[in-house]
């Protein structure tokens, strides 16, 4: 334990927002645990998972935020931002209302997170392709014009998870280094 902590280069803290059920828990729980659970509960109390990966051989540590559940508009305290380099900003590809949230949640991290965070917008669930109810390209439009990067993510089949956290990450180490 002791060894670990002090090979450790850097930490990053990361927060996972967007509205309520768009598989926030999920995804952090497959990047972190590589698992996915059926029958989750939802998010009590605000708490963080972390998990170590090697980006130019330096030892990064992600420090990732789930929400406390509190995923209505404004409720989410700039506590939760402060500090915060990263932010996975998650709707649900089938859920039309959670992606035209999205721009509120910029909204959000604009006002309460540092200007140089770095956001990844994340449209989850893409195994339901027969559900989908937003297009590909409107989220690519969306994030070009607001300067995010994007990703459609499956935490239920691990689709792009990984790729698109190790993007977040690498694209922090790139600002702060
Ligand atoms: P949160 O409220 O944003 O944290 O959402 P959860 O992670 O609790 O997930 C909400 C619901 O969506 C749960 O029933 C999950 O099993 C389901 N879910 C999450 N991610 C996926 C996914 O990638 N695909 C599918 N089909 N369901 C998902
Ligand atoms: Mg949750």
Redesign the pocket.
């Known amino acids: 334990r002791e060894g670990d902590r002090e090979r450790i280069d850097y930490v990053f803290k990361v927060v996972v927002i967007?509205?309520?059920?768009?598989?926030?828990?999920?995804?952090?729980?497959r990047f972190t645990k590589n698992e996915?659970?059926?029958d989750?509960k939802?998010?009590i109390g605000v708490e963080f998972q972390t998990r170590t990966v090697t980006i130019n051989s330096k030892l990064i540590k992600a420090q990732i935020w789930?929400?406390a559940?509190q995923?209505r508009y404004r409720a989410v305290t700039s506590a939760y931002y402060r500090g915060a380099l990263g932010a996975m900003l998650?709707y649900?590809i089938t859920k039309r209302q959670t992606f035209d949230h999205v721009a509120r949640w910029v909204e959000e991290l604009r006002a309460h997170a540092d200007s140089s965070i770095v956001i990844m917008l994340i449209g989850?669930?893409?195994?339901?392709a027969d559900l989908r109810a937003v297009p590909t390209e409107h989220a690519v439009e969306f994030a070009e014009d607001q300067g995010l990067f994007f990703s459609e993510?499956?935490?239920?089949?691990g689709d792009n998870v990984e790729t698109a956290f190790l993007k977040l990450l690498e694209e922090i180490y790139g600002a702060v280094t």
């Open positions: 967007g509205d309520s059920a768009v598989g926030k828990s999920q995804i952090l729980s996915f659970c059926f989750s939802s998010t789930d929400t559940g995923e998650v649900d989850n669930k893409s195994d339901l993510t499956s935490a239920l089949r």
